[in-house]
């Protein structure tokens, strides 16, 4: 092993399967911060006290919230853009509020917000939101691979898209997120970007380094990799999660419905380290093996 390496180009190269990988989240707060990323965003930045704590308490009191820093360039503008995605399976939305300070942020209810009760001065947003990481300070990859992606999607879907902190998986950079559904992606190139951004405006989903759905278990996140790529069911809503069962160590059988409800599909998948060991961050001092997802069955039922 080289004593320089990039980790992104480490997994490629071992060709690391990226399916089971999304990380997980039911809530996702986006918060513009043109300042300096730290590696851990939120306690290493230069935002009041009252403010770190009142993301500190939201993330303790909302079940399964994330918080990510978002930017377009080093210079803000006049007002701070915040949102609130609730990553669901059915009905995501995006609320965006347009705040004239930190400070003001306090004033949310987020929890409110997130559950749907109320907008709390908000307002809904049609648009999607795209995500690149371009977290450099917490990988070098995340820039390196990061950074061309975003700039190139900025010339396609303009503001649609932001730089984005850590979003997890160092080693699959670029890592590409499309919101509100929470759809992720890995190892996106240019080209690859601007494919997936145009089958998300037509409500497709691309199964090339698609990592899963943000608001499933990793092992759902397989399964549904699995059951499109043998059913053909690419539409965003196309399928409908029903359950999962565990049958054994690392082995789980989850059943989707097709969007109808004439079909029923039954995806049998089980859990294994890889036979290769890599570095799965630029930071790593040891190479170890990573968890990789295999479809023991697949039927229809019903």
Known sequence: MPQSFFCSELSRAAAEKTFGTASTGGVWLLLEYAGAWGPKVLDESALAPEVKAFFNQTLSIVPKSRVLFIKRG???GDTVSFFV???????????????????????????SVAAGRTLSGGTHSRDPLFLVCTHGKRDKCCAKFGTPVYSHLREVVGEQVWQSSHVGGDRFAANLVCFPHGLFYAHTTEDASRRIVGEYAAQRLVTNNYRGRGCYANHVQAAEYFTRT??????????????????????????????????IYEATVSCHLSEFQNHTSCQADEQKSVPQFALDDFRIVG
């Open 74 to 76: 080093r210079m803000g």
């Open 230 to 263: 043998e059913s053909g069911a690419v539409g965003i809503d196309e399928l409908r999660f029903l359950d999962s069962a565990p049958m054994g160590d690392k082995l789980w059988r989850v059943r989707f419905a097709s969007a109808g409800g004439g079909k």
């Open 85 to 111: 995605v609730r990553c669901r399976e059915r009905e995501p939305f995006i609320v965006r509020f347009e705040v004239e300070s930190y400070a003001r942020l306090t004033e949310i209810d987020i929890a």
